[in-house]
């Protein structure tokens, strides 16, 4: 198993984005600029589980317009407070590591980034269950929580 880069970690998502209609990503945080990264890189059906505190928000490590784009989009959402992984999984394979679906995360603007340190496993059937149970216990974003959460922000 070979270890990527935060660069070679975003080439191998949207590899894997690229070749497969649907996925999931689990990220405790998520930005703008990674909305519009994954719409480019076309998935057709996404599943995005992020951590989604209200704090997060608050802080700009979650973007609630990116939510929002994504859910536009045709995409589910989900939130679990407790979620601290980052995980993308598109077919047989899943690239896992330290890499959140942010800017610096994944050296979405490519000025440096974070360093980051990713590794890819296959889907095994063990592993597909271990993230279904996430989705599972997750909370999914529908409008009236959306309009909830935008009213409290505000």
């Not at 480019?40 to 609630?64: I, M, Y």
């Not at 994504?70 to 896992?96: D, R």
């Not at 995360?105 to 279904?132: C, F, K, R, W, Y």
Request: with cysteine.
């Amino acid at each position: 198993m070979q270890i990527l880069s935060t660069d070679e970690a975003r080439l191998q998502c949207e590899k894997m984005m690229k070749a497969m209609p649907s996925g999931r990503i689990f990220s405790a945080f998520f930005t703008m600029p990674a909305a519009k990264w994954i719409l480019e890189n076309s998935p057709k059906d996404l599943k995005l589980v992020v951590r989604g505190r209200a704090s997060d928000f608050v802080c700009g490590a979650a973007d609630l317009d990116a939510i929002n784009l994504i859910m536009s989009e045709g995409h589910s959402v989900f939130f679990n407070l407790n979620l601290h992984a980052k995980v993308y999984h598109f077919g047989s394979e899943i690239l896992l590591g330290s890499s959140n679906l942010t800017t610096n995360g994944l050296n979405l603007m490519h000025q440096g980034g974070n360093i980051e340190l990713n590794s890819v496993v296959p889907a095994t059937p063990s592993n597909v269950t271990l993230l279904d149970r996430i989705v599972n216990s997750s909370y999914e974003v529908d409008a009236a929580v959306f309009q909830k959460l935008d009213t409290f922000l505000e």
